[in-house]
């Protein structure tokens, strides 16, 4: 079963949301795995509220996974949704991350997003509490993140111990996400279990993902394995 999947920061709507909103309807997702979502007062009626301009259904997260959002299309049904607290530093920002369990036809799989601390004496922690979750997980898993750095770093291979990064299957590890306006880095990643083969992979770099947020989204297409 074939799943498109994108991972976008979408920089707390501060951008050009009509822009986010034709740029995401494009590419014709059954998945957006979102770091920057609404997390805050009436963050419900947001996170609904941008679901539907997205066309889609809200799966999970907003204030409970500070700030990190599934959302899905109809084809895919979601059977359970939970989310994760990293500890406050003092004087940080609070992180966490947000999970679920999906399927698609005869295919069961599981989400998971997160986005890391720009602290790199507070992010390797956090990598770890979140790789505990995901190690937890025994369906196939498909991950979204904003890292908050280059590939290579110890939370990056904390998160990706064990998984495919679908960029170096599909050739795509030179391309950055961050910042649009001049790429250099590669912070946002997308990993999914070995079980899972990569089609496809593109961080899509157009007129309406460079004025919707500061990262370019990533887009993977997958095949799913059938339970079983």
């Keep these: 079963m074939r799943l498109r999947v994108l991972s976008y920061n979408v920089h707390g709507q501060r951008d050009d949301v009509a822009a986010l909103a034709e740029a995401v309807r494009a590419m014709q997702p059954d998945v ?3 770091q920057e979502a609404p997390r805050r007062f009436r963050w419900r009626h947001k996170c609904a509220a941008l679901a539907d301009r997205l066309g889609l259904v809200v799966a999970g ?3 409970p996974a500070l700030g990190n ?10 059977y359970q949704s939970w989310c994760r607290q990293f500890p406050l530093t003092p004087g940080r920002h609070m992180r966490g991350a947000v999970f679920a369990e999906c ?3 005869a295919s069961r799989f599981a989400l998971a997003g997160s986005h890391l601390s720009t602290d790199p004496t507070e992010r390797p922690g956090q990598a770890m509490l979140f790789k505990q979750e995901l190690a937890a997980t025994r369906l196939p898993m498909v991950v979204g993140a904003d890292l908050n750095e280059n590939s290579g770093g110890g939370a990056w291979r904390t998160v990706a111990d064990g998984l495919t990064d679908a960029a170096v299957v599909a050739g795509g590890e030179s391309r950055f996400t961050y910042p649009c306006p001049q790429p250099r880095d ?4 997308l990993f999914v279990d070995p079980r899972i083969s990569v089609l496809g992979y593109d961080v899509v770099d157009t007129e309406q993902t460079r004025r919707a947020s500061d990262h370019f989204p990533i ?10």
Excluded: F, Q
């Excluded at 887009?219 to 079983?228: E, H, I, V, Y």
């Design 32 to 34: 957006v795995i979102v």
């Design 61 to 63: 997260g907003g204030l």
């Design 69 to 78: 959002l599934l959302l899905t299309s109809l084809r895919v049904r979601v």
């Design 103 to 105: 399927g698609i036809g």
């Design 186 to 189: 590669r912070i946002d990643a």
């Design 219 to 228: 887009r993977a297409d997958l095949l799913l394995p059938t339970a079983g």
